[in-house]
């Protein structure tokens, strides 16, 4: 029987991010950019790919999704 492929909730990945984020912030601030290895692991977990389809490699989040998405990593850090 092949494995079963269990997708994480795009809410969890955010979350999941905010170690990285936190780390990055004194640095984000001095730079006025996002550091390399934070943009790395951004693209990483799919945050910039929500709202592209699913046949074009995104995850075509709905609407709702997408908000709690990006509102989980605004609390993170706005």
Do not use: K
Request: charged share 25%; hydrophobic share 50%; glycine share 4%.
């Amino acid at each position: 029987m092949a494995d079963a492929v269990v997708e994480v909730d795009p809410v969890e990945r955010a979350r999941d991010l905010a170690p990285a984020i936190e780390a990055a912030i004194p640095r984000i601030d001095a730079e006025c950019r996002l550091p390399p290895e934070l943009h790395a692991a951004l693209r990483d977990a799919g945050m910039y790919r929500l709202l592209v389809p699913r046949s074009c490699g995104g995850a075509e989040l709905d609407l709702m999704t997408y908000a709690a998405t990006l509102e989980a990593l605004a609390m993170i850090d706005a």
